[in-house]
Nanobody, 115 residues
Framework: QVRLVESGGGLVQPGGSLRLSCAAS????????MGWYHQAPGKQRGLVAS???????SYADSVKGRFTISRDNAKNTMYLQMNSLKPEDTAVYYC?????????WGQGTQVTVSS
């Protein structure tokens, strides 16, 4: 079992920045992939960015050049630095952990980009 706890969401003006964190605890086996997903009202949950335990990173086209994903394996923590935020980035952001057939989700943190 893996427990994921997100933090760092909030309200920010367009063009602003936020940093999300996801702390993982429990059975952290490698190799694994951690990722951030977002879900806006009435829309499906979609991948924002992911990083493997070996450091391979991928981003959704919509966030390339604005968001940076990273992880600290020693602390079992993943981060998402979000810069140049846009109103369309408004969503609940979920942390995800995958290892073999196991798939875990955090409770989500709200990010609202509005003036």
């Amino acid at each position: 079992q893996v427990r994921l706890v997100e933090s760092g969401g909030g309200l920010v003006q367009p063009g602003g920045s936020l940093r999300l964190s996801c702390a993982a605890s429990g059975s952290i086996f490698s190799p694994n992939t951690m990722g951030w997903y977002h879900q806006a009202p009435g829309k499906q949950r979609g991948l924002v960015a992911s990083v493997t335990s070996s450091g391979s990173i991928s981003y959704a086209d919509s966030v390339k050049g604005r968001f940076t994903i990273s992880r600290d394996n020693a602390k079992n923590t993943m981060y998402l630095q979000m810069n140049s935020l846009k109103p369309e980035d408004t969503a609940v952001y979920y942390c995800n952990f995958r290892h073999d057939q196991y798939n875990y989700w955090g409770q989500g943190t709200q990010v609202t980009v509005s003036s």
